[in-house]
């Protein structure tokens, strides 16, 4: 069964850094392509970053030069990296992981709130 499962959320103060991280309990992990989204309470779920399987990145324009997203395919592991945080920046966070149509696997999210 496949499952991905976020972890590193939490509340920090603004200018602060959160590290998220979501390993995947898939098969030929490196295959896949991986993103963060995120979803703030009544917006619509958005692209945060994304890195394909040969490892280009790209970032919404709200977090360029704040956000660097990695993988680590020996660890099955997609990590997030989110400094300069700013209230803007309060959302659930979700990690996916896409191959294919049918190979598109969602974790269930974790929580960054960001406050003084």
């Known amino acids: 069964q496949v499952q991905l499962v976020e972890s590193g959320g939490g509340s920090v103060q603004p200018g602060g850094s959160l590290r998220l991280s979501c390993t995947a309990s898939?098969?030929?992990?490196?295959?896949?392509?991986l993103s963060w989204y995120r979803q703030a309470p009544g917006k619509q779920r958005e692209l945060v970053a994304r890195?394909?399987?040969?490892?280009?990145?790209n970032y919404a324009d709200s977090v360029k030069g704040r956000f660097t997203i990695s993988r680590d395919n020996a660890e099955n592991t997609v990590s997030l990296q989110m400094n300069s945080l700013n209230p803007a920046d309060t959302a659930v966070y979700s990690c996916?992981?896409?191959?294919?149509?049918?190979?598109?696997?969602w974790g269930p999210g974790t929580q960054v709130t960001v406050s003084s």
């Open positions: 996916r992981a896409h191959w294919t149509t049918a190979l598109n696997y």
């Open positions: 898939i098969r030929l992990f490196s295959a896949y392509d």
């Open positions: 890195i394909s399987s040969a490892g280009n990145t």
